[in-house]
């Protein structure tokens, strides 16, 4: 064979192999999308939650994806607009929908039975009837549960601790929270074991706060204390602690951000370790896990944080056996 005739049945195989694998390429499919799209529903202002957005972008990051490269993050930060956010998303090709406490996942829910659903810290997320069970959530909900329903007791201990003699604490909850309904009989309980009287503070508005806390002064109460897992609560923070502070009342809450506030002390968990853990399951989603089948995190560690210049501010000595325990302390 002439070494011309070699090249052409070179090239001629060339051309037939290169036809073969763009055969298989394109009976196989196009290669699979790996950029993750997934969104952000929240009840809050984004100024507020920025932090925790910043620890979930935190989380993604360590998982692979990195926001402008191969991550796409739909941000609706609106409380106003939450029924309308949540049925735009639920139009969107996203991979995943990341909500953030319990009237966000209600109202993403109820308006996609498809697009899977990763909350963060929902509160007794069985019992509102969000998933069907911790093991085996069901439909196109997981994410974190808070367990915040079941340290109401432990952070009455906290307060009579730090407060000896307190025996009347008033209780800020949001009326229109269906988890407050669910959680005020446990918390009755729990206070009722500790011989302590509890006044409910109700509020449907973030502008009713303020006031509704002066007025709960009538009654004497020796503390302030915070029902968890509320969006209304959260974004009022320097409301309550300002007038916590007015009536010189200690103030207690679920959540470190209300001492960063100015709060006197917190105990819970730690929101940006959920935010963190939360976009394990969206990593785990794109790779084809089912929400249904994938079990809700419960928060293992709890942190208690301690604002000794508000402890100072308000005449309280943090008893030693209190500071002991703190994760941390705002001097």
Not at 49 to 62: E, I, K, M, N, Q
Not at 262 to 275: F, Q, R, T, V
Request: charged residues 20%; glycine residues 6%; contains cysteine.
């Amino acid at each position: 064979m002439t070494t011309t005739a070699r090249s052409a049945g070179i090239a001629m195989l060339a051309v037939v192999s290169l036809f073969a694998l763009s055969t298989t390429t394109l009976a196989q499919g196009a290669a699979p999308d790996k950029t993750l799209r997934v969104a952000i529903l929240s009840s809050g202002d984004f100024e507020n939650r920025s932090p925790l957005d910043a620890a979930l972008v935190d989380g993604l990051r360590a998982q692979g994806y990195v926001e402008g490269r191969n991550l796409v993050i739909e941000r609706r930060y609106d409380s106003a607009r939450l029924q309308d956010n949540a049925r735009e998303l639920a139009a969107m090709p996203l991979d995943a929908i990341l909500t953030t406490c319990t009237p966000s996942t209600r109202t993403m829910k109820d308006a996609t039975a498809t697009t899977p659903i990763v909350m963060v810290a929902v509160s007794d997320p069985v019992r509102q009837h969000i998933i069907a069970s911790l093991a085996r959530p069901g439909q196109n909900v997981t994410g974190t549960s808070s367990q915040a329903e079941d340290l109401l007791a432990k952070r009455l201990e906290i307060v009579t601790a730090t407060v000896p003699g307190v025996t009347t604490i008033a209780v800020l909850t949001n009326a229109n929270n269906p988890v407050h309904a669910l959680s005020w009989d446990r918390l009755e309980a729990g206070a009722r074991s500790m011989n302590l009287k509890l006044v409910k503070v109700e509020v449907r508005r973030s502008a009713e706060v303020g006031a509704a806390i002066d007025a709960a002064m009538r009654e004497k109460p020796g503390a302030l204390f915070t029902m968890p897992d509320d969006p209304l609560m959260y974004n009022a923070r320097p409301v309550i602690v300002a007038a916590a502070t007015r009536n010189r009342l200690p103030d207690f809450h679920w959540a470190r951000q209300y001492v960063d506030a100015g709060g006197l002390m917190s105990y819970g968990e730690s929101l940006g370790g959920s935010y963190r853990a939360a976009a394990g399951y969206l990593a785990k989603i794109k790779n084809g896990a089912n929400p249904a089948l994938l079990p809700v995190e419960q928060p293992t560690r709890f942190e208690l944080v301690i604002n000794l210049a508000t402890a100072r501010a308000l005449g309280i000595t943090v008893p030693p056996s209190v500071l002991a325990l703190a994760d941390d302390v705002i001097r």
